[in-house]
């Protein structure tokens, strides 16, 4: 095995050299470490000028791009944000898109939970040709269902509500919940269930007060990507709402005239890419264990 | 279900259920559980799904039944042959690449110790909606130089090839100045110990080379063409070809001298516009201003325009995949026994070798996950392309899914032919996603 960069970090040099030299040295030793180091950056640079875009005033934005602030750091200000944060607009779509995710995060959740519990563990006859039938839905686009719902949305009177969005959401995370959840459910001890039904508890006992907290793990993998799925959604809300907006679509309806916008849907842009950025960083375990258990959607 | 007790204990346990007289109460518990799911999937996918099939053998506006008419039109229409075939680009490339690009990532990243920052910092678009980092591309891609971040790197690297030229904007102020390829060409020739004034109009101040100070007209001299390169022009009048008072010389400008069409010497001014060809043979010489120094600042590229915004939508949407694909490469990389490598690399394999004959073979399964996700993805691809592209470009950069919202639900309520697209699209998902629930059977 190759030395790791922390050996080399920690290596005292014998000279004294400047912290700026000592980094060069040590990238130039390993072109891995430099090159992944530049790849590194590239891969932030877009969102960060996106930051630093959405920091600068519309007039200073016209001059130059974002790297100006590197000679004028003073020219950074809040007042794009103090805007979008005083703008209705904007703030009834966050809130819009939370209801959104929130509910059509919950919602699947528990409808799949109950279902997983069935498939996993009441018997039933057809049982398991009506599992290979729920997990055969995950290969329907929802492109196909558009068309149909839009229709239907619009004569039992749910066109463009936070409700239809969510029932939408909803029956289009079901199959992979259903799916991930089985799996995980199948996987408790056969012995705690069978236990707690001799004890004559009820089966809705043993779903709330077993299974439940036992898949616990699962569900947050689930949540998380549900959660992610719903706030990021555009083309669902686009379709079935009109002005049930979302922050996507609130930003959408602005980029017509993107380059004179800009000090709105810059802001506007970050603000909605903050949350799942903060979900994906509180809870990155999960979110990999979720992506590895397969990722479909 | 691991031991022989627990399956005895289980057979037992059915046996009792059997015999219970409760047992259609038991059969009503189960389908109580699964009821809430069999609803939503009833009504949301699987009504949808035959109703949207149903439709689209009929007229856009549902009263007639047309057979096949709108499936011609998937393949008679320029925009939604566009769509597919921008859409097979996408199929063609991007899977690849996003396996490729992960594949290297993974294995890079398990050579250094910050492995997790970096992954961290390739995975963190993914977690971002496809819309917003398409915004975000969008401002990367905008083709002024001044405010489009990838045109601003691309003017650094030219400007350092080729030096943009002192004056990008100027005209002659006489007629008897001419253009002449890039450059300017004083018609009249001329001879040694004449001067020749070179006037330029149409700068504005703030394109005044640096350093220019009052112009001067040059005395001429025995055996030598003396001139000069000014800026023509005085506020409030002044006579063209002269050179007065208030009026700049202009430093930096590359003058040639040419005999016979060829050119002989060439020259550049000083600060007060002044030039001189000295020991110059009798006869006849032209004099003019070279290409470079009109030569035209990079005005930068236009990712944004009809026909590079499909490469520049696949650009973004690979940025935030990659990370998809070098996690769960690493994931599986991580799963190959050490001694596996170990030992192909006593036996003198070199890093390279090892790559390619042990650590890709045994990663195949993975990769070709990796391929089939990006594929079906793929051919749903919406929102990166509609927030990458603007209105006016994308009919050019149209794929299925938005060529579906366009027909169907932007403007005109095509939904005869936007059910044969949504078709279209779940007939060419169907095989692709077989083969990945299968995989997921075997998982199971």
Known sequence: ???????????????????????????????????????????????????????LSPVDFQVKGWWQVFSAPHKLTWSNYDAIFHNSTILHSLLTTGEIAIGATLLPIFVAALAAYAFAWLEFPGRDWLFILVIALLVVPLQMALIPIFSLYNTIGIYDTVIGLILFHTAFGLPFAVFFLRNFFIGIPRDLIEAARIDGASEIYIFVRVILPLGLPAIASLGIFQFLWTWNDLLVALTLARSTQPITVAIFSQLRTFGSNIEIIAPATFVSLIIPLAVFFAFQRYFVQGLLAGSIK | MSGKSVAVKSSAYRALVAAEPGLWRRYALAFGFLLPALFLLGIWIVYPTVRTIVRSFFSDSGGRFVWFDNYKQLFTSDILRTAIKNNAIWVAVVPALVTAIGLIFAVLTERVSWSLAFKTAVFMPLAVSAFAAGITWRLVYLKDPDQGALNAGIRVAKDAVSVPGVLSEASPSTPALSRNGGGLMLRPSSRPGQVVRLGLTGIPPEGVPRGAVQAVTPVPKPGAIDGVVWRDFKPGGGQPGQVEQGELGLPGVTVQLEQNGKRVASSTTESDGRFAFADLKPGSYRVGIGAKTFAQPFAGISWLGASLITPAVIIA??????????????????????????????????????????????????????????????????????????????????????????????GSAQFGVGSAIAVFIFVLVIPILLLNIRRFKRDA
């Open chain 2, 317 to 410: 949407y690979i940025w935030i995949w990659a990370g998809f694909a070098m996690v769960v490469i690493a994931a599986g990389l991580s799963a190959i026994p050490r001694d596996v490598l170990e030992a192909a690399r006593t036996d003198g394999g070199t890093e390279w070798q090892v790559f390619r004959r042990v650590t890709v073979p045994l990663l195949a399964p993975v990769l070709s996950v990796v391929f089939i996700t990006m594929v079906i993805n793929v051919l749903k691809v919406f929102d990166i392309v509609i927030a990458v592209a603007p209105e006016s470009v994308q009919s050019n950069s149209n794929v299925l899914a938005l060529a579906l919202w366009r027909t169907a639900f932007s």
């Open chain 1, 1 to 55: 095995m190759m030395a790791t960069a922390a050996e080399v970090l920690t290596h005292k040099p014998a000279l004294a050299e400047p912290r700026s030299r000592k980094i060069v040295r040590v990238l130039a030793k390993s072109p891995v470490q430099f090159a992944l180091l530049v790849l590194g950056l590239l891969w932030l640079l877009p969102t960060f000028g996106l930051l630093i875009t959405s920091l």
